[in-house]
C-alpha cells in the first residue's frame, strides 16, 4: 500500500484527508513523508490510538484527528488534494451509501485531486478459505464463502462487510462524478502462499513478494486475486 501511495499522491506537502483511517498506520507514515494529514475515523476507540500515536511522533504529528463520517465530511470544498477512503466503502453495506462517500470525497477534493480507495474483492473469502483450508475445516466455512461469491455480502462476529468485483468498484467511483486512473491489486497473488508469514518475515522473500505484487497490481485477469482492489482516481479539473 505505502509503495503504491508514494507514486500515486501528489507531492507533500499536499494536504490529505485519511477518511476512516483507523488508529493511524496510513496517517502517521505520510505526516512522516511532509504531508499535512487530517485523520476521520468514526470508531472512538481508533481516534484515541491515532491521537496517541500521533503524540508520540512529534517531530511529524497528524495535522487533526477527529471522529467523523465519511459519508459527511466536517471539510469544506475543495479543501484537499488527496482523499484516502482505504476502509469505508467496504463497510457500507448499500450501494447509495458507498456513492455518497465517493461523492463527498469529490466535494472535498481541489480540482485535479487525487482519490485512493479500497474494496475488499469479491472472492477474498473463497481464496482464503482454500489458501488457509478453512473451508475444509470450518463448518459453517463452505456457506460463508458461497454467499458471499453470490451476494457479496459478509456478516461475521468481526466485521460485516461487502465486497466488490473489479468492474463493481470502477462504475462506483465514475458514478460519483470521478475519473478513474487505475484499477490495481494490492497484494497480488503472493499472499496465497502456505507459507506466507514465513516468507514475509524473511528480508530477501518479502522483497520478492512486493515486486511480483507490483509487477501484476494492474492485470485485470488478476487484479481480483488480491484481497484489496485499489481504485486511483482524480476529481476532474
Do not use: C, K
Not at 500515536?53 to 459527511?72: E, F, H, M, T, Y
Not at 466488490?164 to 486512473?181: F, I, K
Not at 518475515?201 to 488480491?226: C, F, G, K, Y
Amino acid at each position: 500500500m505505502q509503495r503504491i501511495l508514494a507514486t500515486r499522491l501528489p507531492p507533500a506537502p499536499a494536504t490529505v484527508l485519511d477518511v476512516g483511517g483507523g488508529a493511524g498506520v496510513h496517517a502517521l507514515w505520510l505526516a512522516e513523508r511532509g504531508y499535512e494529514v487530517h485523520l476521520v475515523e468514526p470508531v472512538p476507540v481508533q481516534v484515541e490510538q491515532a491521537r496517541a500515536a500521533s503524540n508520540a511522533q512529534p517531530g511529524a504529528p497528524l495535522a487533526s484527528v477527529q471522529l467523523g463520517d465519511a459519508r459527511a465530511l466536517p471539510f469544506a470544498d475543495a479543501s484537499a488534494d488527496a482523499v484516502l477512503l482505504l476502509g469505508p466503502l467496504y463497510h457500507l453495506a448499500e450501494r447509495s451509501e458507498r456513492i455518497t462517500a465517493l461523492a463527498e470525497a469529490r466535494r472535498v477534493l481541489r480540482p485535479g485531486g487525487a482519490l485512493a480507495a479500497i474494496g475488499i474483492s469479491r472472492y477474498a473469502f473463497l481464496l482464503d478459505g482454500l489458501a488457509s483450508g478453512r473451508v475444509f475445516t470450518l463448518p459453517d466455512r463452505l456457506e460463508l464463502v458461497t454467499r458471499s461469491v453470490e451476494t457479496g455480502t459478509v456478516a461475521e462476529p468481526f466485521t460485516t462487510a461487502y465486497l466488490h468485483r473489479p468492474d463493481e468498484l470502477v462504475e462506483e467511483v465514475r458514478a460519483a462524478g470521478l475519473e478513474v486512473d487505475e484499477l490495481l491489486g494490492v497484494e497480488g497473488p503472493g499472499w496465497l502462499l502456505e507459507q506466507f508469514s514465513r516468507a514475509w518475515a524473511d528480508a530477501r522473500r518479502r522483497e520478492i513478494l512486493l515486486e511480483l505484487a507490483e509487477l501484476v497490481e494492474a492485470e485485470r485477469d488478476l487484479v481480483a486475486a488480491s484481497t484489496h482492489l485499489l481504485v486511483v482516481a482524480r476529481r476532474p479539473s
